[in-house]
């Protein structure tokens, strides 16, 4: 048959070239070596072979039974989707981490477990009301500690719960400044106690927030007034100035964030930060 437009027996203006070609409307105009496509055009024709036998529906129908037949997938794809946008994410804020890595990770104000000047560091933003902080991130963070004990871990306070969470920022915070090794455990008492959830709006609830703090800081033998005045200092409301910045910065508006060496994980995808330590470790 000849091509379109072309009368019989006469001479193409366009050769027919050597090999195998993709006729066009035009004449003999594209030339592909189509055994460098031979996967793809595998599998394209396998699709074509089931749509064509069975019908798009049954098509359809078939792919839902698999995924039903192996649910897992999902799961896997969903993996697969997170560590994308891990890389991603950790790409375009690389720059900044870097430009901010002292304020990190080596700010002396800042409550941290682990050797000071450890290879490894992992930085979290957290807030003591935040609820997935309290219930997800955190006990896999206690986790962590003790399995990385070469680790240093970095607490940044970022109180965006309002008034009571400040309150139990500050708190926290001096806590490190008259006692640092009860840091640790005053912290994970608070991020255990429902209490400091509460809104702390009226003068009972206030109490009863109150009384928490307090009944954490006597069972590690520390004096609450001492720690509440420590805590009402300018300096330790201008270190959570510096926090608020610093994480304005990194744009982070949301807890729990970590930092772990330059990665930067969103929400408290501890799988994820487990992964990015022992990574970091093995290097």
């Known amino acids: 048959m000849c091509p379109v437009g072309r009368k019989p027996g006469s001479v193409s203006k366009h050769p027919?070239?050597?090999g195998r070609v993709i006729q066009s409307a035009r004449g003999w105009s594209i030339?592909?070596?189509?055994?460098?496509y031979r996967q793809e055009i595998v599998g394209i024709c396998t699709i074509l072979a089931f749509l064509v036998i069975d019908g798009p529906w049954t098509f359809d129908a078939r792919v839902r039974a698999y995924i039903l037949s192996h649910p897992t997938i999902i799961e896997e794809a969903n993996q697969v989707l997170v560590a994308r946008q891990v890389d991603e994410l950790s790409r375009q804020m690389r720059p900044t981490i870097q430009a901010h890595r002292s304020?990190?990770?080596?700010?002396?104000?800042?409550?941290?477990?682990?050797?000071?000047?450890?290879?490894?560091?992992?930085v979290e933003f957290f807030d003591y009301r935040c609820s997935i902080c309290k219930v997800t991130a955190a006990p896999r963070v206690a986790k962590l500690i003790k399995a990385y004990p070469d680790v240093k871990f970095v607490f940044k306070e970022l109180p965006i719960f309002g008034g009571p969470s400040k309150?139990?920022?500050?708190?926290?915070?001096?806590?490190?400044?008259?006692?640092?090794?009860?840091?640790?455990?005053?912290?994970?008492?608070?991020?255990?106690?429902?209490?400091?959830?509460?809104?702390?709006?009226?003068p009972a609830e206030q109490a009863?927030?109150?009384?928490?703090?307090?009944?954490?800081?006597?069972?590690?033998?520390?004096?609450?007034?001492?720690?509440?005045?420590?805590?009402?200092?300018?300096?330790?409301?201008?270190?959570?100035?510096?926090?608020?910045?610093?994480?304005?910065?990194?744009?982070?508006?949301?807890?729990?964030?970590?930092?772990?060496?330059?990665?930067?994980?969103?929400?408290?995808?501890?799988?994820?930060?487990e992964k990015q330590i022992a990574k970091s470790v093995d290097r």
């Open 103 to 122: 304020s990190l990770m080596a700010d002396p104000r800042d409550p941290f477990v682990g050797p000071r000047d450890a290879k490894v560091v992992v």
């Open 167 to 202: 309150l139990a920022a500050s708190t926290a915070i001096a806590v490190f400044q008259l006692a640092p090794d009860k840091y640790l455990a005053v912290h994970e008492a608070m991020m255990a106690q429902n209490a400091l959830q509460g809104t702390a709006t009226t």
């Open 16 to 18: 027919r070239p050597a």
């Open 31 to 36: 030339s592909v070596k189509l055994e460098n």
């Open 208 to 273: 009863t927030m109150n009384a928490a703090i307090a009944s954490i800081l006597r069972a590690e033998g520390l004096d609450p007034v001492a720690v509440s005045k420590r805590a009402a200092s300018p300096e330790i409301a201008g270190q959570l100035n510096d926090v608020k910045s610093l994480a304005t910065a990194l744009k982070i508006d949301g807890t729990p964030t970590f930092i772990v060496g330059d990665r930067l994980i969103v929400g408290a995808n501890m799988d994820e930060v």
